[in-house]
C-alpha cells in the first residue's frame, strides 16, 4: 500500500515536468525561412491572360514578387499584404491570388470594377 501512494504521490511530478530542450535539435536558419518563403511564393508565377491582346507575366526575385505586364518596359513589385494579397507599387492597387481545385487559378487586380487574368502557365 505504501508503494502505491509513492506511486500516486509521484505521478504528477512526473507528468507535469518540462523536459529539458533538445540542444543538438536543429534550429530554423533565416536561409530556411526564407526557402520556405520562396516556395510559398513560387506557386504565384506564371503568365496570366485577360484576353489575346493583354497578358501579365509574375515572376519571383529575390523572394519578392514582380508583374510585368505586356507591353511595359519595367517590372512591378508586389507589396505582400496577407496570405494571397499583395499591393502593386506605384498606383497603390490591390491583387490578389485566387485559387480552385487547390491551385492558382487566376490573378484578381481590383482596379476599374475588378479585372480577372486567367493563369495559362
Same mark, same amino acid.
Given at each position: 500500500m505504501?508503494? $502505491?501512494?509513492?506511486?500516486? $504521490?509521484?505521478?504528477? /511530478?512526473?507528468? &507535469?515536468?518540462?523536459?529539458?530542450?533538445? /540542444?543538438?535539435?536543429?534550429? !530554423?536558419?533565416?536561409?530556411?525561412?526564407?526557402?520556405?518563403?520562396e516556395?510559398?511564393?513560387?506557386?504565384?508565377?506564371?503568365?496570366?491572360? @485577360?484576353?489575346?491582346? &493583354?497578358?501579365?507575366?509574375?515572376? $519571383?526575385?529575390?523572394?519578392?514578387?514582380?508583374?510585368?505586364?505586356?507591353?511595359?518596359?519595367?517590372?512591378?513589385?508586389?507589396? !505582400?499584404?496577407?496570405?494571397?494579397? &499583395?499591393? /502593386?507599387?506605384?498606383?497603390?492597387?490591390?491583387?490578389? &491570388?485566387?485559387?480552385?481545385?487547390?491551385?492558382?487559378?487566376? $490573378?484578381?487586380?481590383? @482596379?476599374?470594377?475588378?479585372?480577372?487574368?486567367?493563369? /495559362?502557365?
Amino acid at each position: 500500500m505504501k508503494k $502505491l501512494i509513492f506511486i500516486i $504521490l509521484l505521478s504528477p /511530478v512526473t507528468l &507535469f515536468a518540462n523536459p529539458k530542450p533538445d /540542444v543538438n535539435q536543429a534550429k !530554423p536558419t533565416y536561409s530556411t525561412a526564407l526557402a520556405e518563403a520562396e516556395e510559398a511564393l513560387a506557386r504565384y508565377v506564371g503568365v496570366y491572360k @485577360m484576353n489575346e491582346q &493583354f497578358s501579365i507575366t509574375i515572376s $519571383l526575385e529575390g523572394g519578392k514578387l514582380y508583374a510585368l505586364a505586356q507591353g511595359d518596359a519595367e517590372k512591378t513589385e508586389f507589396t !505582400p499584404v496577407s496570405g494571397n494579397k &499583395f499591393l /502593386v507599387k506605384g498606383p497603390e492597387t490591390e491583387v490578389e &491570388f485566387l485559387e480552385e481545385d487547390g491551385k492558382v487559378q487566376y $490573378l484578381f487586380v481590383n @482596379m476599374q470594377g475588378g479585372l480577372k487574368l486567367k493563369k /495559362v502557365n
